[in-house]
């Protein structure tokens, strides 16, 4: 188990600094009151590894609790566990522009200037930064860069988790999946639908897979796609993201795209990434068929009558 406590000036990035040790597999927790921190890793110990490694940060909002720090630390070192305290600094300049931007007030200085805050919080936080592990200036930090920088730190890349891919096939008549970074329209390729055997049937069947994947063109743009997804991941990755959404779409989400995110999804998953796979449409055509025989049928009952 290893203990990292972040902490430093207000608005350096502490917060985005605990979101990417979550990415990483860290069990974080924020504005934890010092003297608790001995006892909380004390609980991480006894949960058979579900909290191996752990992310506090504690800095100028506790107060006088801030004080309590070194000591709880002393206790956690005593127990055999070991730690790392993360600084993050910044200018005067850099914080000042940081909080006019979020309009938030320094925590030091509510009613006052902030430049006055910045001085003091300086000043308290000045022993706890000289028995800092490690001290990052994020003044000139991008949040990527922050992101990759706490990535090199922490461990190599082996050790971290990754970025996940999650596939979502859809049928472009029911409308763009928002929440994707890439939509591939896969409508070019030729559709089951209008072959009577196929029709009923969806993508998750060999016999359709077979037919999409039995044309040059399906075979081609999926030799590419992969080709160029297994690109495009590393590249995500440095620059901080964790999720990889992406949108695969024909006409009614049942039986071109559904085929082709399957083997899209076999193809990242060989090559060892972790993907995720959702047909969001599959069943719309199922669902309009069986609304409108209901919908018929009373019609028919009406006219009976």
Do not use: W
């Amino acid at each position: 188990m290893i203990v990292y406590v972040i902490t430093g000036m207000s608005g350096a990035g502490k917060s985005m600094v605990a979101k990417q040790f979550e990415d990483m597999g860290f069990f974080c927790v924020d504005n934890l009151p010092p003297s608790l921190i001995p006892k909380f890793v004390e609980i991480c110990q006894q949960s058979n590894g579900k909290m191996e490694n752990i992310a506090l940060v504690t800095d100028i909002r506790g107060g006088e609790l801030l004080n309590e720090l070194m000591p709880s630390l002393d206790a956690v070192k005593n127990m055999g566990i070991s730690y790392e305290i993360l600084f993050l600094e910044a200018s005067d300049g850099a914080l000042v522009k940081r909080f006019k931007e979020s309009r938030r007030t320094h925590p030091l200085a509510p009613l006052g200037r902030i430049t006055a805050g910045i001085s003091e919080e300086r000043g308290k936080l000045e022993s706890i930064k000289s028995h800092a592990t490690h001290i990052i200036d994020t003044s000139n930090f991008k949040t990527s860069r922050l992101r990759e920088e706490i990535s090199k730190l922490v461990g190599d890349a082996a050790s971290f988790p990754g970025i996940v891919v999650n596939v979502l096939t859809f049928g472009f008549k029911y409308g763009l999946p928002v929440d994707s970074d890439l939509v591939f329209d896969v409508r070019f390729t030729p559709n089951p639908f209008y072959v009577p055997e196929l029709k009923r049937l969806t993508g998750r069947s060999s016999l359709v897979s077979d037919y999409v994947f039995g044309f040059e063109e399906t075979r081609a743009f999926m030799q590419k796609l992969g080709d160029m997804i297994e690109f495009l991941i590393p590249h995500y990755k440095r620059e901080g993201k964790s999720q990889l959404e992406i949108g695969i779409g024909c006409t009614g989400g049942k039986h071109r795209s559904v085929a082709i995110g399957i083997e899209l999804k076999a193809k990242l998953d060989a090559l060892g990434h972790r993907v995720t796979i959702e047909h969001r449409d599959i069943d719309r055509d199922a669902e309009r068929e069986s609304n409108g025989d209901a919908a018929r049928e009373s019609n028919g009952d009406k006219e009976v009558v």
